[in-house]
């Protein structure tokens, strides 16, 4: 089975910056896309950024020249610095990939990391 975990989320107060980080762990073949999404109360989930295999990115419109997204394909891992954090930031941080398991690698399944609470005080 493949567990997403996140770790990196905190209090920070406005400009401030933060680190998210999310490892895969379990047998695992391959990860295609990763991301980050986001839900703050009372609103749905949004994308963050995500990142191909290749290292392709793309940002919400919200987020771009402040957030940077990255991955570490040897380590199954998946980045996000946050600079310049505004109250409006402040939400459950999601991690989310395309993963295929050694026992089947050619089928890839979706999966979620249990989110991370980020808040930016002003």
């Known amino acids: 089975q493949v567990q997403l975990v996140e770790s990196g989320g905190g209090l920070v107060q406005a400009g401030g910056s933060l680190r998210l980080s999310c490892a895969a762990s379990g047998i695992i073949f391959s990860i295609n896309a990763m991301g980050w999404y986001r839900q703050a109360p009372g609103k749905q989930r949004e994308l963050v950024a995500t990142?191909?295999?290749?290292?392709?990115?793309n940002y919400a419109d919200s987020v771009k020249g402040r957030f940077t997204i990255s991955r570490d394909n040897t380590k199954n891992t998946v980045y996000l610095q946050m600079n310049s954090l505004k109250p409006e930031d402040t939400a459950v941080y999601y991690c989310?990939?395309?993963?295929?398991?050694?026992?089947?690698?050619?089928?890839?399944?979706?999966?979620w990391g249990q989110g991370t609470q980020v808040t930016v005080s002003s």
């Open positions: 989310n990939a395309d993963i295929s398991m050694v026992s089947d690698p050619g089928v890839l399944l979706n999966y």
């Open positions: 990142i191909t295999r290749r290292g392709s990115t």
